[in-house]
Antibody, heavy 123, light 112 residues
Framework: EVQLVESGGGLVQPGRSLRLSCAASGFRFDDYAMHWVRQAPGKGLEWVSGISWNSGSIRYADSVKGRFTISRDNAKNSLFLQMNSLRTEDTALYYC????????????????WGQGTLVTVSS | QSVLTQPPSVSGAPGQRVTISCTGSSSNIGAGYDVHWYQQFPGRAPKLLIHGNSNRPSGVPDRFSGSKSGTSASLAITGLQAEDEADYYCQSYDSRLSAHVVFGGGTKLTVL
């Protein structure tokens, strides 16, 4: 059974940093690209970042570019999101999601999602 | 403002048919990129409902169907049931944006 379990969320002041983790199990982690998608309270889904199977291809939404860094450790079946210079508008539930392909192409879809970890940016 | 436009809400009575539209442009849906649909219940993670415009993963009832034409896509739900009440999101890709993955703004389905 595929499982994605996010952790690392919490309350943080504007300008500070936070590192999210996503522990994957039930599939061969290094065969698939992974993504982070967030959802602000009461709002829709917003794609944040994606990383290919070997970390060779990485992309970010404009809203987080230069502040967030996605990474993965295939040996530990883990996905990460380092979030720096956090802003109040980054407040959201952050989901990690597994793609059906290994690369960041314009094909494939997100076939499994974690339950999310809540990040609240407030003073 | 989402790249893909969905109606904020739709509603229907049990047993009826409803459709949810997802309108894009020549740089996303119109460019030939597939459209995928996700269902999300309150307090729950999104779940894949339709992939590749019209394909249902195993376990998804055939009451749910998807289609795509030109720069738009649609999700149809027939034989509406109370348990279908949820938020629905379309997703595709965009060739112009650095936002590699794009979502619609979501549609709240209310079963009357």
């Amino acid at each position: 059974e595929v499982q994605l379990v996010e952790s690392g969320g919490g309350l943080v002041q504007p300008g500070r940093s936070l590192r999210l983790s996503c522990a994957a199990s039930g599939f061969r982690f290094d065969d698939y690209a992974m993504h982070w998608v967030r959802q602000a309270p009461g709002k829709g889904l917003e794609w944040v970042s994606g990383i290919s199977w070997n970390s060779g291809s990485i992309r970010y939404a404009d809203s987080v570019k230069g502040r967030f860094t996605i990474s993965r450790d295939n040996a530990k079946n883990s996905l990460f999101l380092q979030m720096n210079s956090l802003r109040t508008e980054d407040t959201a539930l952050y989901y990690c999601a597994k793609k059906t392909l290994s690369v960041l192409s314009t094909s494939g879809y997100l076939n499994y999602w974690g339950q999310g970890t809540l990040v609240t940016v407030s003073s | 403002q989402s790249v893909l436009t969905q109606p904020p809400s739709v509603s229907g009575a049990p047993g009826q048919r409803v459709t949810i539209s997802c309108t894009g442009s020549s740089s996303n849906i119109g460019a030939g990129y597939d459209v995928h649909w996700y269902q999300q219940f309150p307090g729950r993670a999104p779940k894949l409902l339709i992939h590749g415009n019209s394909n249902r993963p195993s376990g998804v009832p055939d009451r749910f169907s998807g289609s795509k034409s030109g720069t738009s896509a649609s999700l149809a739900i027939t034989g509406l049931q109370a348990e279908d009440e949820a938020d629905y999101y379309c997703q595709s890709y965009d060739s112009r944006l650095s936002a590699h993955v794009v979502f619609g703004g979501g549609t709240k389905l209310t079963v009357l």
